[in-house]
T-cell receptor, first 114, second 110 residues
Framework: DVKVTQSSRYLVKRTGEKVFLECVQD?????MFWYRQDPGLGLRLIYF???????EKGDIPEGYSVSREKKERFSLILESASTNQTSMYLC?????????????FGPGTRLTVL | GQNIDQPTEMTATEGAIVQINCTYQ??????LFWYQQHAGEAPTFLSY????GLEEKGRFSSFLSRSKGYSYLLLKELQMKDSASYLC???????????FGGGTRVLVKP
C-alpha cells in the first residue's frame, strides 16, 4: 500500500514564525505536490516537484517555498507565517510514467496561524 | 486560465442514485480524475477518464465528453458510507499537475 505521511495533523503557530511542513512517501514516486484546501475553494496547488532538487510553482506559491533534497521527502516552508495561511495542507505523490498517474494523498496538516 | 465547476452540495436517500456533474474550461486537457474525500481524511482516487464515454467500476461510474467539457460521477445503490465530498480534477497534456474543482458534498440520508 502506498503511504504518504505528514509530520503533524494539527499545528498552531504565531504570525511571523517560520513553519516547516514535512511530507514523506514510501513508494518511490517521482512526483510530489503540496496543496492547501479551503472551504469553497477546493484544493489549490502551491508547489510541485518532478525530481530531487527540482521544484515548480503551482497556482498559489506566494508566501511559500519548498525543498526536495531526497526523493521520498518534500517540505513546505512558510518563511513568515500569516493569518491568511491558516488552512488544511495536503501533500500528495505520484508516479510519472504510468497510464494512470493518480496522486496519493497524505492525511493533511491543519495549520492555524494566530 | 482554468475553470472547473461542480455543485456545492447534494442530498440523496440511501439506495438511490446520485449524479454529480463537473464542467471544465481549460487551456489544454489530458484527462479527468474523480476523488472521494471523507470529512477529516485524505482524498482517495475513484476514477480517471481520458477518452469519451462511460467507465464503470462497481457502484461508481464516471462519464466524460471532451467536446462538451463535461463529466459526471454516478453513484448507484447509495450507502451511508458514501456521504463524503467528491472532487473533480483535470490534468493538462503534459505532466501530472491537477486542477481541482471546489468539490461536491454528498449527504446520504436514511
Amino acid at each position: 500500500d502506498v503511504k504518504v505521511t505528514q509530520s503533524s495533523r494539527y499545528l498552531v503557530k504565531r504570525t511571523g514564525e517560520k513553519v516547516f511542513l514535512e511530507c514523506v512517501q514510501d513508494m518511490d514516486h517521482e512526483n510530489m505536490f503540496w496543496y492547501r484546501q479551503d472551504p469553497g475553494l477546493g484544493l489549490r496547488l502551491i508547489y510541485f516537484s518532478y525530481d530531487v532538487k527540482m521544484k515548480e510553482k503551482g497556482d498559489i506559491p506566494e508566501g511559500y517555498s519548498v525543498s526536495r533534497e531526497k526523493k521520498e521527502r518534500f517540505s513546505l516552508i512558510l518563511e513568515s507565517a500569516s493569518t491568511n495561511q491558516t488552512s488544511m495542507y495536503l501533500c500528495a505523490s505520484s508516479f510519472d510514467d504510468r497510464r494512470i498517474n493518480e496522486q496519493f494523498f497524505g492525511p493533511g496538516t491543519r495549520l492555524t496561524v494566530l | 486560465g482554468q475553470n472547473i465547476d461542480q455543485p456545492t452540495e447534494m442530498t440523496a436517500t440511501e439506495g438511490a442514485i446520485v449524479q454529480i456533474n463537473c464542467t471544465y474550461q481549460t487551456s489544454g486537457f489530458n484527462g479527468l480524475f474523480w476523488y472521494q474525500q471523507h470529512a477529516g481524511e485524505a482524498p482517495t482516487f475513484l476514477s480517471y477518464n481520458v477518452l469519451d464515454g462511460l467507465e464503470e467500476k462497481g457502484r461508481f461510474s464516471s462519464f466524460l465528453s471532451r467536446s462538451k467539457g463535461y463529466s459526471y460521477l454516478l453513484l448507484k445503490e447509495l450507502q451511508m458510507k458514501d456521504s463524503a465530498s467528491y472532487l473533480c480534477a483535470v490534468t493538462k497534456a503534459a505532466g501530472n499537475k491537477l486542477t481541482f474543482g471546489g468539490g461536491t458534498r454528498v449527504l446520504v440520508k436514511p
